[in-house]
């Protein structure tokens, strides 16, 4: 095959100069090479992890055609328009053309004039489309979204099942299947069904580092919600409700309070329903107010933030659809409002379906997320453990947990106090009430109802009014009250509340402090120029009909404000550009670069990391400092003789390491912490230090940071 002489310089080669990135994420360069190879491979890695390019680059060095199965229509139009966008023959045939352009499309494929060709299941095993693939030659078939292949997957599609009999059909074609959620039974079900037990198998991580957890309780929610999304300027997000009033009734408030939102569900009409997708995909609206509806096949890169604002059924489902914020890689949130009224509903829910299996099935599945929302361990860990990966806890962003530590407390005297006295009560008063019973309060409606000679009167005196509050508010989340939905808001004794009343059961809570909302802008220097250059990315994505993300993602634009690049060659090395977008949309970007530096006199915030800048380019102290550091002094001997900062010195010797002098990095950094840099660095890129600097966490420094990325470009451009 001749795929085995494909060397690995050819493909990091196209992996720059069509893709425009620098490096391989994880597990991405050992997938290609399986692939071109000639083996068989099943791949699970996360969303946002870089399936795509897994086949989209194999398939540009591969001497035949290869056919991505998808069951996603608006998927395929997005990624081809990516592809094109970067210069790749690629393209869709599905049943949103119409004939005469399928027929022109299926010409090019038989003319062999196609790279890459998507394609929905249904249709691939059509007769006549079978002929087509047979006539131009398949090299390799990706089956993206392999889960809808198993009925225990939280997506199955009958179609799928169809799908093996390419192995039969096609022997000598490479089989890939791509996922990003299968649980072991899954996993198992996806190779049963294809053949791939001799496929090789790479399971990436699913955890998500630049993902934030927060769980909030589901009060005033509303107002937290607003309150959060003031904060967050023009990012976009999606906000997931559980019913179709439901998200009408959201997206109809914030528009009154001047939010950019629009509702999406399934009660649309179609047309309705594309234009709010596309609306949001667009950068038009900035709010999707959404049922589970929306988001399958929505690969937008730059999505800030998720929040739940009603409980989701499952945990899977929940990981899915919480990670469609961030794809790109850049800090997100995902917020889950928790409240035991929204389980309950959900119960009720569930004791309706007709087959106990599926009932069991169902309720297991809720206790899971109930567990994880009212959990008191870091929530990160909790949730890639749902899919037996090992837990981890890691530098924020990681969750509310982490980020204020709770300290755990015995309530379970005061929570039967405040049981006993819903009890005695009647079950018919509110919490304010109750409190005010236990507090001895004087009131007049607490004696107005006699309620000052119970047993409970005053035995909470201790407490005051907040930590009473608390306590309801925590045993209303775990379930152990309920509270009716009317104006009053009675409170009720669960039969969880029962248990503790009754038999002892302890409660033991986690005291946190409110948590102010988590800020996760990354730095944009020069942000005047940052939005110029989004309102010329908007401008020119309208006019291709594409969606922004298409032309520069933000990272690529952030970079461009940071270092103000002056010609096309100096936009190559920049994050996501590739030879054709630097000819097709460089000049555009450049020349609102210039203007702003002639207007502002900006100079670049961070040095363009440059292994070919001149040496005679150091200017005198950076030289003099290198010269002392060359005569095998340290860097502390050096600030000592030149009577500088220690960090002054290191930022000479990174900006000398940056013009292409030698310095000894072992002299600089341990091997370990280099290790543990350059695997930050292989995992978040060398574009931006602070990501890798989060992800690293105390004990680095900038300065050692930008030695071990000297060294980096260095050994690549050699
Ligand atoms: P998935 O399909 O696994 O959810 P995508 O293929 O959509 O993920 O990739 C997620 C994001 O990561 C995309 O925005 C893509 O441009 C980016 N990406 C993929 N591979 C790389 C890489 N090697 N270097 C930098 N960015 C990458």
Same mark, same amino acid.
């Not at 890939?176 to 649980?183: I, K, L, N």
């Not at 966490?697 to 990325?709: H, M, N, P």
């Given at each position: ?15 720059? #100069? ?22 068989? %491979? ?24 290869? %056919?991505?199965?998808? *069951? /996603? ?55 006549? =489309?079978?002929? @087509? ?82 769980? +909030? ?25 559980? #019913? +179709? ?27 309705? +329903? ?32 998720? %929040? ?28 889950? =409002? ?31 997320? !109930? ?15 749902? =899919? ?24 379970? !005297? ?26 001895? #309060? ?32 925590? @045993? ?32 033991? @809570?986690?005291?946190? *402090?409110?948590? *102010? ?29 594409? *969606? ?25 090395? /920049? ?22 530096? +002639? ?18 380019? @150091? ?27 220690? #960090? ?71």
């Amino acid at each position: 095959m001749t795929a085995s002489l494909i060397t690995d310089a050819r493909v990091v080669e196209v992996l720059r #100069s069509t893709f425009g990135y620098t490096s391989f994420r994880p597990l991405q360069a050992e997938i290609v090479a399986s692939i071109l190879n000639g083996q068989d %491979v099943f791949v699970l890695m996360p969303t946002g992890g870089g399936k795509s390019l897994c086949y989209q680059l194999p398939a540009l060095l591969l001497d035949r055609l290869t %056919v991505v199965v998808s *069951p /996603l229509i608006a998927l395929m139009k997005d990624q081809v328009d990516k592809l094109r966008a970067a210069g790749v023959a690629a393209t869709y045939i599905n049943s949103s053309l119409d004939a005469d352009e399928i027929g022109r499309r299926q010409g090019a494929v038989a003319r062999g004039e196609v790279k890459l060709l998507y394609v929905a299941p249904e249709r691939l095993l059509l007769p006549g =489309f079978l002929h @087509l693939l047979s006539s131009a030659g398949v090299a390799f078939f990706a089956i993206d979204e392999a889960h809808c292949i198993s009925e225990w997957g939280h997506d199955f599609r009958p179609e799928y099942r169809e799908i093996k009999r390419l192995r039969g059909l096609f022997p000598s074609a490479i089989l890939g299947t791509f996922t990003a959620t299968a649980t072991r039974r899954v996993q198992a079900d996806i190779k049963t069904h294809l053949g791939l037990q001799n496929a090789v198998a790479f399971c990436g991580s699913f955890n998500r580092p630049n993902l934030y957890y927060e769980v +909030r309780p589901k009060q005033e929610a509303y107002e937290q919600l607003a309150a959060y999304l003031r904060g967050r300027g023009q990012a976009s997000g999606i906000i997931y409700c559980q #019913s +179709r009033a439901g998200t009408e009734r959201l997206a109809s408030r914030l528009q009154k309070d001047g939010f950019s939102a629009t509702a999406y569900h399934a009660g649309l009409a179609s047309n309705e +329903r594309r234009q709010r997708q596309e609306a949001f995909v667009k950068d038009d609206v900035q709010i999707i107010v959404a049922t589970i509806a929306f988001g399958m096949g929505i690969d937008k890169p730059d999505v800030r933030f998720v %929040v739940h604002f009603d409980l989701p059924k499952t945990l899977e489902g929940y990981y899915q659809e919480s990670g469609r914020a961030g794809r790109d890689g850049e800090p997100s949130d995902c917020i889950m =409002f928790y409240s035991y009224a929204d389980a309950a509903k959900h119960r009720h829910f569930i004791d309706e379906k007709p087959s106990e299996n599926e009932r069991q099935i169902a309720l297991w599945q809720l206790q899971q997320v !109930i567990n994880w929302a009212t959990g008191t361990t870091c929530r990160r860990s909790a949730l890639i453990g749902y =899919f037996d990966e090992q837990p981890r806890q890691q530098p924020d962003p990681c969750c509310d947990v982490c980020r204020t530590p709770l300290q755990e407390e015995d309530y379970t !005297i005061p929570a039967q106090m405040l049981l006993s006295c819903v009890k005695r009560t009647g079950e018919r008063f509110g919490i304010m009430h109750l409190i005010d019973v236990l507090r001895g #309060s004087r009131g007049e409606r607490v004696r107005r109802y006699g309620h000052d000679k119970l047993s409970t009167y005053g035995i909470g005196r201790d407490r005051s009014k907040e930590e009473w509050r608390f306590l309801a508010n925590e @045993l209303l989340r775990r379930g152990h009250i309920s509270q009716d939905g009317d104006e009053f808001k009675t409170v009720k004794v669960t039969e969880l509340g029962r248990a503790v009343l009754f038999k002892g059961e302890k409660v033991i @809570l986690a005291k946190a *402090p409110a948590i *102010p909302s988590h800020p996760v802008e990354p730095d944009t220097p020069h942000q005047v120029l940052f939005d110029r250059l989004r309102t010329l990315r908007k401008r020119m994505a309208d006019e291709r009909g594409v *969606p922004p993300y298409v032309i520069f993602h933000d990272a690529t634009l952030r970079q461009m404000a940071a270092e103000l690049p002056t010609s096309r060659q100096h936009l190559l090395r /920049l994050y996501g550009v590739g030879q054709r977008k630097a000819l097709d949309f460089g000049d555009a970007f450049l020349a609102h670069i210039e203007q702003y530096v +002639r207007e502002t006199g900006a100079q670049p915030e961070s040095l363009p990391i440059s292994s070919n800048q001149q040496q005679g380019s @150091l200017s005198s102290t950076v030289r003099a400092t290198l010269d002392i550091f060359n005569t095998g002094r340290s860097v502390v001997e050096v600030a000592a003789a030149r009577k500088l900062a220690v #960090s002054t010195i290191e930022g000479h010797l990174a900006e000398a390491m940056e013009a292409g002098e030698t310095v000894s990095l072992d002299r600089l950094v341990s091997d370990d912490k280099r290790r543990a840099i350059e695997a930050a660095m292989a995992e978040h890129g060398t574009a931006l230090l602070k990501p890798i600097m989060e992800s690293l966490g105390d004990g680095y420094t900038y300065a050692e940071l930008r030695f071990v990325r000297a060294k980096i470009e260095r050994s690549r451009s050699s």
